[in-house]
C-alpha cells in the first residue's frame, strides 16, 4: 500500500508559478511511474504529467513548456513545477501511483486573470 500527499497549492494571478509535492510512503518499491493529474469543477480527471523510474516523463498538450515533472530517488518525493499560470489551470490537482492505483487527497491551484 502506498500512501500519497499532496501540498503546494494556493491562489496566483495569471503568469504566476507554484511547486507542487507530492509526498510518498509505505511500498514506494511498488511504483513504477508517478502521475499528476487535475479535477476542474464539473469535468472528469484528467492526466497532465508522468514520470517513470527510468525519469522518462510525458506531459499532455496544453502544459507542455509551462509544467515540469520531477521525482526524488526512489519516488519518496514527486514534484510539479507549473509556471506561466493561465486561469484554464485551475483545477484539483493531484498525484497518483501506477496509473491511479493509488491517489493523494489533492491540492488546489486557482488563477485570477
Known amino acids: 500500500q502506498v500512501q500519497l500527499v499532496e501540498s503546494g497549492g494556493g491562489l496566483v494571478q495569471a503568469g504566476g508559478s507554484l511547486r507542487l509535492s507530492c509526498v510518498a510512503s509505505?511500498?514506494?518499491?511498488?511504483?513504477?511511474?508517478m502521475g499528476w493529474y487535475r479535477q476542474a469543477p464539473g469535468k472528469q480527471r484528467d492526466l497532465v504529467a508522468i514520470i517513470s523510474t527510468r525519469d522518462e516523463v510525458e506531459y499532455v498538450d496544453s502544459v507542455k513548456g509551462r509544467f515540469t515533472i520531477s521525482r526524488d530517488n526512489g519516488f519518496r518525493g514527486v514534484y510539479l513545477q507549473v509556471n506561466s499560470l493561465m486561469p484554464e489551470d485551475t483545477a484539483g490537482y493531484y498525484c497518483?501511483?501506477?496509473?491511479?492505483?493509488?491517489w493523494g487527497q489533492g491540492t488546489q491551484v486557482t488563477v485570477s486573470s
Open positions: 497518483a501511483a501506477n496509473f491511479g492505483q493509488c
Open positions: 509505505g511500498n514506494i518499491r511498488s511504483i513504477g511511474v
